[in-house]
């Protein structure tokens, strides 16, 4: 099993070169459409549908936990997909949430202003037009990558693979990437690995729970949320009520994925005045 990440620059063809390499390998291939689906099936489609490769606004991020919420759910959905086998993912910080495994490669497919506007034009857009768009997904794209992970989106050192399509064409492009998926440098993936993405999906779905709850700023800062073993999550921390600490459960034991609970939350009474 192996697992090919496609973070791309508007008007560079990225998409076109991920759907080809996905083709020809016979992997599944996830875009907007197929998160969407697994994020319907984890009964999160909306959250996700917030998170659009674009950050919150300033108002959002400073007066709300939904933002942290959405990606949280963001990110267990493209784990439990990663599980599903091979694939190619398209964007949404695939490359940050993989990293770590030796199976992914992640590719960056990047061009100069002037070759992506030609392609838009190419496309039916005016100059202006084209340009407008171009800054705008940049931006956008940028401001979430830093949002979500705090690095740099265009930072060459998190991919493996940089395509500059300013001399490639795409089949030249879709050639060099199969040949490093095909090549001794990239393994499969391992047990150890599929488990690992599971737990790390259920972490995500689990501290979202959490998040999301009525008094969910009492949770978040007091409580951590940890996954020990499949299916197994354990809560931590301090609760001022016994009350708290029963909630905090309820909260858990509702989370899909969620078998068992190891509750070591303590519960700490604050005598009045202090």
């Given at each position: 099993?192996k697992?090919?990440?496609?973070?791309r620059?508007m008007?560079?063809?990225?998409?076109?070169?991920?759907?080809?390499?996905?083709?020809?390998?016979?992997?599944?291939?996830?875009?907007?459409?197929?998160?969407?689906?697994?994020?319907?099936?984890?009964?999160?489609l909306?959250?996700?549908r917030?998170?659009?490769?674009?950050?919150?606004?300033l108002?959002?991020?400073?007066?709300?936990q939904?933002?942290?919420?959405?990606?949280?759910?963001?990110?267990?959905?493209?784990?439990?997909?990663?599980?599903?086998?091979?694939?190619?993912f398209?964007?949404?910080?695939?490359?940050?949430?993989?990293?770590d495994?030796?199976?992914?490669?992640?590719?960056?497919?990047?061009?100069?202003?002037?070759?992506?506007?030609?392609?838009?034009?190419?496309?039916?857009?005016?100059?202006e037009?084209?340009?407008?768009?171009?800054?705008?997904?940049?931006?956008?794209?940028?401001?979430?990558?830093?949002f979500?992970?705090?690095?740099?989106?265009e930072?060459p050192?998190r991919?493996?693979?940089?395509?500059?399509?300013?001399?490639?064409?795409?089949?030249?492009?879709?050639?060099?990437?199969?040949?490093?998926?095909?090549?001794?440098?990239?393994?499969?993936?391992?047990?150890?690995?599929?488990?690992?993405?599971?737990?790390?999906?259920?972490?995500?779905?689990?501290?979202?729970?959490?998040?999301?709850?009525t008094g969910?700023?009492?949770?978040?800062?007091?409580?951590?949320?940890?996954?020990v073993?499949?299916?197994?999550?354990?809560?931590?921390?301090?609760?001022?009520?016994?009350e708290?600490?029963a909630?905090?459960?309820?909260?858990?034991?509702?989370v899909?994925?969620?078998?068992a609970?190891e509750?070591?939350?303590?519960?700490?009474?604050?005598?009045l005045?202090?």
């Amino acid at each position: 099993m192996k697992w090919i990440t496609v973070s791309r620059k508007m008007g560079t063809h990225g998409s076109d070169i991920a759907k080809w390499v996905a083709n020809d390998l016979g992997y599944r291939f996830y875009d907007t459409e197929a998160i969407s689906q697994m994020a319907q099936e984890l009964g999160v489609l909306e959250n996700v549908r917030e998170i659009d490769e674009k950050a919150p606004t300033l108002f959002h991020r400073i007066f709300s936990q939904r933002p942290i919420v959405y990606l949280e759910r963001l990110y267990s959905v493209l784990y439990e997909l990663a599980k599903q086998g091979d694939a190619v993912f398209l964007g949404r910080g695939s490359h940050l949430l993989l990293r770590d495994f030796p199976c992914a490669l992640h590719v960056w497919v990047t061009a100069s202003p002037e070759t992506r506007i030609r392609t838009l034009r190419n496309q039916g857009w005016t100059r202006e037009a084209a340009a407008h768009a171009l800054k705008r997904s940049d931006d956008e794209r940028t401001a979430l990558v830093k949002f979500a992970f705090g690095v740099d989106w265009e930072d060459p050192t998190r991919y493996d693979l940089v395509l500059n399509m300013d001399k490639l064409t795409v089949p030249v492009a879709v050639s060099t990437v199969l040949h490093v998926v095909r090549s001794p440098v990239l393994s499969d993936a391992s047990a150890d690995a599929l488990r690992t993405l599971g737990m790390l999906a259920l972490a995500r779905r689990a501290e979202a729970a959490l998040m999301e709850a009525t008094g969910a700023q009492r949770f978040v800062s007091s409580l951590s949320v940890s996954v020990v073993a499949p299916g197994t999550v354990r809560v931590s921390g301090d609760a001022e009520t016994a009350e708290t600490k029963a909630t905090a459960e309820t909260i858990l034991r509702a989370v899909k994925g969620v078998e068992a609970i190891e509750n070591a939350i303590r519960v700490v009474t604050i005598p009045l005045g202090a």
